[in-house]
């Protein structure tokens, strides 16, 4: 009732406000960005029409567990989501399902994106504590006073592979004192095929996303924004877990102030207050071969408040940012023979767990001298747990705690030097993590990779993580060379481990495992990138990926990805453009079979596509086509639940139009 | 302005359309577990002066274990009679006129704390039109031996965490075994308590009915109940849990124990029963596999549970 009775107000409001606009545009209002690495404009090389998943997937350091077609999870740093923060412009965004078929990136939509920004290590600290770093996905905002007062894009395509059709749609409006964003977009498919041509079943999605943004001016240096995305997916297909996705659905919702200073140190203080809900519904009667049904409905709301400030005088600038946000997590377990209205057995696989964080972060960088910089940062978080139903997490912990409070700081520092082409960077990192809901109060929570039920400890230590990283580069008119590495030493590191005690209890299990802590793991990074323009049309690059993890024993850790490499040439005549690359991977030798995995094998992927650019009166336009996976390569990937395989040929099609 | 207020619309028709209720837990546990903790009168008996009230829980009598507390008042003077011996005897009498006994306190004596005289029945099973129980009871008051008999009702015990068997033990003997307590089991681990009782076979021939000696019962002394609760329906795979603690007795003469709940739902208690000597008097290992589909195979001596 709350946000129905504020979505009216913000309706009458934006009549009001559009009655009053005016026209004098003296000062826009603009972001003072300190630092960032951000990935501008949401397409990738081969495709201009991408999925939030697609795009993430074009940086270096994402990988993706991938389930099926749909809310594939983000692996940074061959991390998974437990070690990194995923927020939507800081706001933290907690999925509902305890199987991770809702990472937070699947509840937005790339046409009411702007940018993601990706941050390593405890360089990711500023929107909360993190072993692997943050990737933060930012909303689009649409600037005052744009001399264009209307901006749209409209993007349909068509890819034949899984019979995907898409339609997705954004308008904006600048006037000097009101702006308004708006997005609308619907993709469905059907099932995909693989390289065999043979049809992978429960592999469809639908997916409806729509976002507001309204921003006023309330003065020349400050401005109101109130944001809402809604999101629903129903009828998803997991082809790699033993049930569906019925019905997910996400409100995320924010209100901003934000105050600009023309002078002294403080330049802007940017404060947020917002309100996220998410309800997600597993679906398992959708496989006939499932004897008994379980009812897997999860529920995940958050209120939260981020306030950032940005600092700058002479050489010095500085980002300070207060995070705090009050989670509550709830699943359900609820099984049913084949007479639905008996019941077999109820259970809570959340029960009913409170998360509340506040942290205070800090990011400070000096200009040294021309060539060089230091960056210093740290923040310090209170992390405390609530669980209510403690009974269930006595089961297996007899006697522990119903409440739990941690506390997480993090520290991290960096160097940078640039002598003429030439730039290096060395830096290092410390910081804490609590466990996540189901890492620390998760009971019964199915594993359909390892097989294993897994059930949550209280009592788990903070992992801490030791990190050092180094990048070299080299760049030209023509050439660009890039190198990094980073090293991470994790302390208590959380990993399930067989229990001995307790039996298994879901449908398919084999087995309990508790998440435990091992003294120790190791993970080793590399990247190299280079690009070289061979003509001033034709453009080549190539990127080599490495990791290396390590549990304490020296075995190895899942979901690492073996060496991999991506080379692509992008060539440009007039309107017409044509980028062909190819991708692989090599054999996974350095697999886990503790944890569930098998030798993968090495696999090349070869893509191609070529787009062209045209104008209807003002209209611009863009259409392209191409093919992934052209020589139609059965596989799948470490990564890939259950060995899932991948999509066969895929030709895809797709037309963008900017007014 | 109109594609403002088509999202408001839309909007608000997500919110407020409606989805999948929260499961109410406590509410839940609550209608599945009928609770009563109250004493309550269950039926009373008059002879000469005296009136004899017999207190159950609930107010009535159930098949399985009854805790009874018997209260004697002398109704000319409304004075509480405390020094009495007490006995009391419960016969079932079937259509064919056999009659038979079910494990009970014979000798029931004055709990001088609490103020009443305090016994126990394990009634073997409940009232039909071809099988009735008949409590006989005596007492001495006033060097005066009064003995009465009642015909009572024993009601279906529809807790099923009170449910209770009667089996034949390997060594030929008729034993009972009843669950005590928790009447209303959590998610946790719960301590369990049950009665085990044994038929002692006459040894002499009976005499005037009803005769004591034929219808004794004692409570078992020094035996095992070893403990593997399983869930038994074919979806939950012979679902168990850990944390689990075989019955032994303690001195109020019953056998306790630890049950691990892990979920709710329906539970079978599989027992092996020991003697002093560790030998089985009755039971049998259950398979520890997790069989999704195939009901749980249960020992040969077990008690379902359900909450």
Not at chain 1, 485 to 504: A, D, E, H, R, V
């Amino acid at each position: 009732m709350k946000y129905i009775i504020m979505l009216l107000f913000l309706g009458i409001s934006v009549t009001a406000q559009n009655q009053h606009a005016h026209h004098d545009s003296i000062k826009k209002l603009e972001e003072v960005t300190v630092k960032s690495a951000t990935k501008k404009k949401i397409e990738t090389e081969m495709k201009m029409a991408v999925s939030v998943d697609e795009f993430l997937s074009s940086s270096d350091n994402i990988s993706f567990i991938k389930r099926g077609a749909y809310a594939w999870e983000p692996l940074l740093n061959n991390m998974s989501t437990e070690r990194s923060t995923v927020t939507i412009d800081g706001m933290h965004v907690f999925g509902a399902c305890t199987d991770k078929m809702d990472p937070i990136t699947s509840y937005v939509e790339s046409n009411n994106l702007a940018s993601i920004d990706i941050k390593s290590g405890q360089e990711g600290s500023l929107h909360g504590s993190t072993i692997a770093g943050s990737i933060d996905l930012k909303r689009k905002s649409t600037q005052f006073g744009l001399q264009k007062r209307w901006n749209g894009a409209y993007q349909t395509g068509f890819e034949f592979n899984n019979k995907q059709f898409f339609n997705l749609g954004n308008v904006s409006y600048s006037g000097t004192k009101f702006v308004a964003d708006g997005s609308i977009s619907y993709r469905t498919a059907d099932n995909y095929s693989d390289g065999n041509n043979d049809e992978v079943k429960h592999s469809q999605y639908n997916k409806f996303n729509t976002s507001l943004g309204l921003a006023y001016k309330t003065s020349e240096l400050s401005s109101l924004r109130l944001d809402a995305i809604f999101d629903m997916a129903k009828n998803v297909g997991y082809p790699a877990l033993p049930m569906d996705l019925w019905l997910s659905r996400a409100l995320i919702t924010s209100a901003a102030y934000k105050q600009l200073f023309e002078e002294g140190l403080v330049r802007v203080v940017d404060t947020k207050v917002y309100f996220n809900t998410i309800e997600h519904y597993m679906d398992d009667t959708t496989r006939p071969e499932n004897l008994v049904h379980m009812d897997m409905p999860g529920w995940s709301t958050t209120y939260g408040l981020v306030s950032k400030a940005n600092l700058k005088k002479n050489d010095y600038s500085s980002e300070i940012q207060l995070n705090a946000y009050d989670n509550l997590s709830i699943a359900e377990m609820r099984m049913y023979p084949q007479d639905r209205s008996e019941r077999t057995m109820f259970a809570y696989s959340w029960p009913w767990v409170t998360t509340r964080f506040a942290g205070l972060s800090m990011n400070n960088s000096w200009d040294i001298s021309e060539r060089s910089q230091i960056n210093l940062g740290g923040s310090l978080g209170v992390n405390y747990n609530y669980s209510k139903y403690v009974e269930f997490n006595w089961i297996f912990h007899p006697g522990a705690p119903q409440e739990k409070t941690r506390f997480l700081p993090s520290l991290n520092a960096a160097y940078n030097l640039n002598i003429d082409q030439f730039n290096f960077s060395v830096g290092t990192g410390y910081g804490h993590r609590a466990p996540s809901v189901s890492e620390g109060y998760g009971y019964y929570i199915y594993n359909s990779f390892d097989r294993y039920d897994y059930i949550g400890d209280p009592n788990l230590k903070n992992e801490i993580s030791y990190e050092g990283n180094a990048s070299a580069g080299f760049k030209n008119e023509r050439l660009s060379i890039q190198g990094k590495i980073n090293y991470f030493y994790i302390q208590n590191y959380i990993i399930g481990k067989i229990l001995s005690l307790g039996s298994p209890m879901n449908y398919q299990s084999v087995g309990v495992k508790g998440y435990t802590s091992l003294d120790y793991a190791t993970l080793l990074n590399m990247s190299a990138n280079v690009s070289y323009d061979i003509l001033e049309h034709l453009h080549w690059k190539g990127t080599l990926t490495y990791a290396r993890g390590m549990d304490d024993k020296g075995g190895n850790l899942p979901f690492i990805r073996p060496l991999s490499y991506l080379t692509s040439l992008h060539y440009m005549y007039k309107n017409f453009g044509i980028q062909t690359s190819v991708n692989g991977d090599f054999e996974q030798i350095n697999y886990s079979p503790e944890y569930g995995e098998d030798l993968t094998g090495a696999y090349t992927i070869w893509n191609i596509s070529a787009d062209y650019s045209f104008k209807i009166n003002k209209v611009k336009s863009t259409i392209q086509i191409g093919a992934e996976n052209l020589l139609n390569e059965y596989y799948s990937t470490y990564a890939d639940w259950g060995n899932i395989p991948r999509m066969g040929r895929n030709i895809f099609t797709s037309l963008k139009v900017n007014f | 302005m109109k594609s403002f207020n088509f999202w408001i619309i839309a909007l608000l028709f997500a919110v407020t359309s409606c989805t999948i209720d929260k499961t109410d837990y406590e509410a839940e546990t609550g209608s599945e577990v009928p609770e009563s903790y109250e004493f309550k009168e269950a039926t009373s008996l008059t002879s000469g002066n005296y009136k004899i009230s017999i207190e159950a829980l609930n107010g009535a009598f159930y098949k399985g274990y009854n805790e009874l507390r018997l209260k004697i008042t002398n109704t000319q003077n409304n004075q509480e009679l405390t020094t009495a011996s007490v006995t009391f005897l419960p016969i079932l009498s079937n259509a064919d006129g056999s009659k038979s006994s079910c494990p009970h306190e014979y000798n029931v004596a004055y709990d001088a704390t609490n103020k009443y005289y305090s016994g126990y029945s394990v009634f073997t099973g409940e009232s039909t039109t071809t099988a009735s129980w008949k409590l006989y009871i005596s007492f001495t008051a006033d060097n005066q031996k009064y003995e009465i008999n009642k015909d009572v009702t024993v009601e279906k015990q529809s807790n099923k965490n009170l449910n209770m068997t009667a089996f034949a033990g390997n060594d030929g003997e008729q034993y009972v075994i009843a669950l005590v307590s928790p009447q209303k089991p959590t998610v946790s681990e719960n301590a369990l308590v049950a009665g085990i009782y044994k038929y002692n076979k006459p040894t002499t021939p009976a005499g005037t009915f009803p005769d004591p000696s034929q219808f004794s019962y004692s409570e078992v002394a020094g035996y095992t109940l070893k403990l593997d609760p399983r869930m038994p329906e074919p979806s939950m795979g012979n679902h168990s849990s850990p944390n689990n603690k075989d019955l032994t007795q303690e001195t109020d003469g019953l056998y306790h124990g630890v049950v691990n709940y892990t979920m709710t739902g329906n539970w079978t208690l599989n027992f092996i029963m020991m003697n002093q000597n560790g030998l089985i008097v009755k039971g049998t290992i259950v398979p520890t596999d997790h069989t999704p589909g195939v009901e749980g195979v249960k020992s040969e001596l077990y008690i379902d549970t359900l909450f």
